[in-house]
């Protein structure tokens, strides 16, 4: 599903952000990406989602190769895939309905699959009642599980958190854990969250691979947050 | 790209518009008024042109002929000044068309009509009107017409009367029409500068929509779509309501213009209901033209994510 080899990554004025680091993920697999800030967990969710490329190394998803791919490409990789970010990235002017479709609607999807899947995936995450609200409109909970919902509209394989609790208290981020838990055990979307958040890491109990200043320092079936 | 992905960008675009209504109303009053700046200035340029020429046309030289002079004589002259390259018509009135003019314009004066009966001959000399096609050009004819040449037919040659005003005004032309030109071209570059930044800023509030919009996997074209259907949107309503602002402003000043000039020809608003189909089209196509450009320059920088 995901195979990355000897991967670095280094800003310009030679900060190191990834250093080396090797991974093989499954399919159908959860992956909790532990660390601290800084530690290059970010970095590695964007070279996944071709945000940025890496230095040297490659980059396998599903069948790409990210680190080669041509941007014209890119839009057509990211309909595979699903990310959820720590800032939500919703769009304002949109409600939560049509924020769920458009996911769907940038790979030219018929309108009756759109209504067929929009509830689906809002029901999931608990927001039936909301679909007709914007986004300023819902609390910061809610606006992670249209998020959370809209990367999972099209029905991807893999899907990407980046902190998505970073900006909740410790309930409504435990609340996220487990849709995401649920996620990967009714859809069996292989799922990669990156947080620093002991608590959700402990509540998974799933793979943890800690990073620590680009490098990859753990990597445990059923881990524990341990820095 | 599909046809429905096109007509959910349009869509889009509309939706847009209404749901940002405030900001989309900002912009257009901007370009409301941009757009009637520009329309103003050509508008002015066709009036004062107009009013130019219509002076330029009561401008001319007459040339009074002698007594004495054959009509043969006389014809020979008009040949010869017809064939400068200055002239643009000459009228030729003999003594008898003159004296039935005159007796036109006083049969309802007693007085004159009397003591034109007790003259034994006709006292109404011919004469010669030239029109010049530029009015500097008076300047040279006069001077043509007194040399020595045809100092034996002509009498008198009514110019210098008129010479200090014909000078002023071919000043004056020419000052206006470059005034016009530079204040115009700047005017225009300020109006197209302001309309543009405008839509950028407006795109630029939502740069980090076209962020979220790439990372969730829609290309370039299906996020563009929408924000150039936005500015040809603005172009439209602004074309429309300044060419409304521009037809009732053209009617309601017009009489005041004709009285001003004392002419009945002079058409601003004829100009304007004769080319009302042409005017509305350039109008608006310039707006729409000007918003599609603003919104898709705008755009594309914010694209390169």
Same mark, same amino acid.
């Given at each position: 599903m995901i195979k990355l080899t000897n991967i670095s990554k280094i800003y310009p004025?030679?900060?190191?952000? *990834?250093?080396?680091v090797s991974l093989h993920i499954k399919p159908q697999e959860f992956v909790c990406l532990a660390g601290?800030?800084?530690?290059g967990k970010s970095t590695l969710i964007r070279l996944l989602t071709a945000e940025e490329r890496p230095t040297q190394g490659k980059i396998k998803v599903l069948g790409w190769d990210v680190d080669l791919i041509k941007p014209r490409h890119i839009p057509l990789f990211r309909r595979k895939i699903g990310i959820v970010f720590q800032d939500f990235k *919703?769009?304002?002017?949109?409600t939560v309905w049509e924020n769920v479709a458009y996911a769907l609607m940038v790979s030219d999807t018929p309108d009756k699959e759109i209504e067929r899947m929009v509830p689906k995936v809002l029901e999931m995450v608990g927001l039936s009642r909301k679909?007709?609200?914007?986004?300023?409109? *819902?609390s910061a909970g809610e606006q992670q599980r249209v998020s959370i919902a809209r990367a999972l509209a099209h029905e991807p394989k893999l899907l990407l958190a980046d902190e998505?609790?970073?900006? *909740?208290?410790l309930i409504r981020a435990l609340e996220i854990t487990d849709i995401l838990k649920r996620i990967n055990k009714i859809l069996g979307t292989t799922i990669i969250l990156a947080t620093h958040n002991k608590d959700v890491v402990n509540r998974l109990r799933k793979r943890v691979i800690t990073l620590d200043n680009g490098v990859v320092i753990r990597d445990q079936e059923k881990g524990r947050y341990v820095i | 790209m599909k046809v429905r992905s096109f007509s959910r960008a349009i869509k889009f675009g509309l939706l847009d518009f209404g749901r940002n209504i405030w900001l989309s109303l900002g912009t257009l009053a901007i370009m409301v008024l941009t757009l009637f700046t520009i329309s103003l200035l050509v508008f002015l340029n066709i009036l004062g042109n107009e009013a130019i020429q219509e002076f330029q046309e009561k401008v001319s030289i007459s040339v009074y002929f002698k007594s004495t002079s054959k009509e043969g004589q006389i014809k020979k002259l008009e040949k010869e000044v017809s064939s400068?390259? $200055? @002239?643009k018509e000459t009228t030729y009135i003999s003594k008898e068309e003159a004296l039935l003019s005159f007796q036109e314009k006083h049969k309802e004066d007693p007085l004159i009509m009397a003591s034109l009966k007790e003259?034994?001959?006709?006292?109404l000399k011919a004469s010669l009107t030239i029109v010049a096609h530029?009015?500097?050009q008076y300047v040279q004819i006069a001077e043509r017409l007194e040399s020595?040449?045809? $100092?034996? @037919? @002509?009498?008198? @040659?009514?110019f210098r009367d008129n010479r200090s005003i014909i000078d002023r005004l071919s000043n004056i032309t020419r000052t206006i029409k470059r005034i016009g030109v530079i204040t115009g071209s700047i005017l225009c570059a300020v109006a197209i500068l302001v309309v543009f930044n405008t839509i950028r800023l407006t795109i630029y509030t939502q740069r980090k929509e076209i962020g979220i919009m790439k990372l969730v996997g829609a290309t370039n074209q299906f996020i563009q779509l929408p924000y150039i259907i936005e500015g040809a949107l603005y172009g439209l309503f602004a074309g429309v309501i300044n060419f409304g602002i521009l037809y009732y402003l053209v009617r309601y000043i017009s009489p005041k213009i004709y009285t001003f000039f004392e002419? $009945?020809?002079?058409g601003l608003f004829n100009y304007f209901t004769v080319n009302l189909a042409l005017i509305l089209a350039i109008e608006v196509g310039f707006a729409i033209f000007l918003g599609i450009m603003s919104s898709f320059i705008a755009t594309r920088k914010y694209l390169k994510v």
């Open positions: 004025k030679n900060i190191v952000a *990834l250093d080396n601290q800030s800084g530690a *919703l769009l304002p002017r949109k679909q007709q609200q914007f986004p300023n409109e *819902l998505p609790t970073g900006n *909740l208290d | 400068w390259t $200055q @002239i003259l034994e001959e006709n006292p530029f009015p500097e020595k040449h045809y $100092q034996s @037919i @002509i009498d008198e @040659i009514n002419s $009945q020809v002079s």
